[in-house]
Every structure is written in C-alpha cells, then in structure tokens.
C-alpha cells in the first residue's frame, strides 16, 4: 500500500518493535536499510513455508496456524496488523516466523475505499475479525488439499480460532464471505461437505477473481454471494 511505503525508517522500526510486544516471532537480524524504496534484510530463514507443512505434519501446522491467530489477536487494539497469508511464514524446529513484513500493515493509515474489491481487501488487511477467519479458511483448505488425516479434537481447535461474536447468516460484506468460507472448510475437515464444494466457493469468493472483476459485475457477485448465504437459488 502506497501510504504504508511513505512511512519512513522510523515509522518501519515502531512497526516492528509493535509486532515484537506481541510476541511475533520476526527473522534474526531483521533490519531496516532503506525507505526509499521502503526495504528490509535479515538472516536466511530455513525451513518449509508454513503452506506446505499442512501436508509434512498436519497437527504441527495446526499448532502453528493457532500461533499466527494469537499474533492477530494480540495485534488487535494496536496500530499494526499482519498478513496473514501462509507463504509469509516458515516454520522450523524452532518454531513459527513471520518472514514477510512488507508492506508494513497500519490501521492509522488505512485508505479510504473507492470500490468494493477495496473494501474487501482493506478488512482483510485491517479487520481483526476478518483476518482470523480469513486465516483458518486459508489453512482448512489447505489441509483438504493435502488429504491430511486429522484427530476431531486438532479439527475443534482450529474452528475455535474463529472470531467470536459474529453471525456467519448475516449479509454484512465482506465478513460474511470469509466466516463461510471457513465454515464450509471446516465441515469439510469434518467430512460433512464434499471438497469440491469447498473449491466452488472458494472460487466463488476469490479475492483475486473479485479483483478481476469490473465494479458492476463486483456488485452483482456480492448479491449472488448473499443469496446464496441466505439459502435463497
């Protein structure tokens, strides 16, 4: 984002000593070297992609998914946020690290929306709810496509990293498509939902397709959405 690239040295290391305090794990010798553009250096971090531990071991993926969510939690209420996408982390035998930390993600610098595809993609940045259940979707799904075996119990953990207090029925875009997509997943896991109806709607509700799309056809996806959510054809 263009306004979080305009931040400075200064604004870059607040940043980082803010994910510091909440306990994210940041790369060895994590350093920022430059703000024009805005750039950072750090050691060589071995190990998988958190991504692809979802197939390696599944229960530790689990484990570590439930890391990342504690992080979004601990952030919220602070002026940064994480991306939570699954290839920004690696995961080795000392644990979980957030290896991707550009651009830098500031509630105070949010920019206005002026379409629909921003509106999404600004509460997936920004929005504590939004993100956690973003997250376990993301990671449910990537446990179906690796045909993990999962024990029910590591499955209940998962489902109780979603946010709470929100009604997945409700038509309030864009958290009522990442709360069902989660939903979906997750009986999915379960085995009450066939997969290929978890990637119909995953790519119903695509992030990069929504981008694709013209605005008049956004809103007409964002009704299609709904109704479907509604149980209506």
Same mark, same amino acid.
């Given at each position: 984002?263009?306004?979080?690239?305009?931040? !400075?040295?200064?604004?870059?290391?607040?940043?980082?000593?803010?994910?510091? *305090?909440?306990?994210?794990?940041?790369?060895? !010798?994590? #350093?920022?070297?430059?703000?024009?553009?805005?750039?950072?250096? +750090?050691?060589?971090?071995? !190990?998988?992609?958190?991504?692809? +531990?979802? /197939?390696?071991?599944?229960?530790?993926?689990?484990?570590?998914?439930?890391?990342?969510?504690?992080?979004? /939690?601990?952030?919220? !209420?602070?002026?940064?946020?994480?991306?939570? =996408?699954?290839? =920004?982390?690696?995961? =080795?035998?000392?644990?979980?690290?957030?290896?991707?930390?550009?651009?830098?993600?500031?509630?105070?610098?949010?920019? #206005?929306?002026?379409?629909?595809?921003?509106?999404? &993609?600004?509460? %997936?940045?920004?929005?504590?709810?939004?993100?956690? $259940?973003?997250?376990?979707?993301?990671?449910?799904?990537?446990?179906?496509?690796? #045909?993990? =075996?999962?024990?029910?119990?590591?499955?209940?953990?998962?489902?109780?990293?979603?946010?709470?207090?929100?009604?997945?029925?409700?038509?309030? &875009?864009?958290?009522?498509?990442?709360?069902?997509?989660?939903?979906?997943? %997750?009986?999915?896991?379960?085995?009450?939902?066939?997969?290929?109806?978890?990637?119909?709607? &995953?790519?119903?509700?695509?992030?990069?397709? &929504?981008?694709?799309?013209?605005?008049? *056809?956004?809103? $007409?996806?964002?009704?299609?959405?709904?109704?479907?959510?509604?149980? #209506?054809?």
């Amino acid at each position: 984002m263009a306004a979080a690239q305009d931040l !400075g040295i200064a604004g870059m290391i607040t940043y980082l000593s803010t994910l510091r *305090a909440a306990a994210v794990i940041l790369p060895d !010798g994590l #350093e920022v070297i430059s703000d024009r553009p805005l750039t950072v250096r +750090h050691r060589w971090v071995p !190990g998988p992609v958190l991504l692809d +531990h979802a /197939r390696v071991d599944p229960s530790r993926f689990v484990d570590a998914v439930i890391e990342v969510a504690g992080w979004v /939690r601990a952030l919220d !209420g602070t002026d940064a946020r994480v991306d939570t =996408n699954l290839a =920004n982390f690696c995961l =080795n035998a000392d644990g979980v690290v957030l290896v991707d930390v550009l651009p830098p993600l500031i509630p105070s610098r949010r920019p #206005e929306a002026s379409s629909l595809f921003d509106v999404l &993609f600004s509460a %997936l940045c920004f929005e504590t709810p939004v993100i956690l $259940d973003a997250l376990i979707g993301y990671a449910t799904r990537a446990l179906l496509h690796a #045909e993990a =075996n999962l024990a029910s119990d590591r499955r209940a953990d998962l489902e109780r990293q979603l946010s709470p207090g929100i009604d997945h029925s409700t038509d309030v &875009f864009p958290a009522s498509w990442f709360r069902s997509r989660a939903i979906v997943a %997750l009986r999915a896991l379960n085995g009450d939902v066939e997969q290929t109806s978890v990637d119909d709607y &995953f790519a119903l509700t695509s992030v990069r397709a &929504f981008r694709d799309l013209p605005e008049a *056809a956004r809103v $007409d996806r964002v009704r299609q959405v709904n109704r479907l959510l509604r149980g #209506e054809s």
